[in-house]
């Protein structure tokens, strides 16, 4: 398929935005990576897709690096407000669902695309790590883990990082050979 394609399937998916991104334009950051080593989330050295286990910083802009064309696209949800926790996860769930579909279909048809997702690989409820990942062939490390800054991925695509009040936008890209 070409971006194009790919950019209308997406949308047919129900992402809010999508866009054609180039991956000599996603530049992994080191200080992004030392936030995943700050260990917020509590996944950092306990998946198989998180830093650790990803890959140095150094191995994941070379595998970024390899690629020469990508899809940015964003799942965008309108919140009651800031505190809207319901809203805030049910958008999650959602987004995870459309990206876990335009994911498989990546890997179904583009040999080596590099899916990389919002936050840590959601496919299993707890990863199996230490002992072998369960589904290697559909598991996606997340964009912070590659040392992406999401604003400026965002940016690289021309599509926006804030959409406004009371709203929260989850990123991701696909990037193909």
Not at 4 to 23: I, M, R, T
Not at 49 to 64: F, V
Not at 96 to 113: M, N, P, Q, V, W
Not at 123 to 144: D, H, L, N
Request: glycine share 8%; hydrophobic share 35%; net charge negative.
């Amino acid at each position: 398929m070409t971006i194009e394609e790919w950019v209308a399937y997406a949308k047919e998916l129900g992402f809010s935005e999508a866009a054609p991104v180039v991956p000599a334009d996603l530049k992994p950051n080191a200080e992004v990576r030392a936030m995943c080593a700050a260990d917020k989330c509590h996944a950092y050295g306990k998946n198989w897709t998180c830093p650790p286990e990803c890959g140095s910083l150094e191995e994941c802009a070379a595998r970024i690096g390899a690629k020469t064309r990508g899809i940015l696209v964003q799942s965008v949800a309108q919140l009651e407000d800031s505190f809207d926790i319901e809203g805030m996860m049910e958008a999650e769930q959602d987004h995870t669902a459309r990206f876990h579909t335009l994911a498989d279909r990546a890997h179904a048809e583009e040999k080596g695309a590099l899916c990389l997702g919002t936050g840590g690989c959601r496919i299993c409820g707890k990863c199996a790590y230490p002992e072998k990942c369960r589904f290697p062939e559909r598991a996606c490390s997340s964009m912070e883990g590659y040392g992406l800054l999401v604003n400026d991925a965002c940016a690289a695509a021309g599509i926006p990082y804030y959409h406004g009040p009371n709203t929260l936008a989850y990123t991701a890209c696909i990037l193909f050979d």
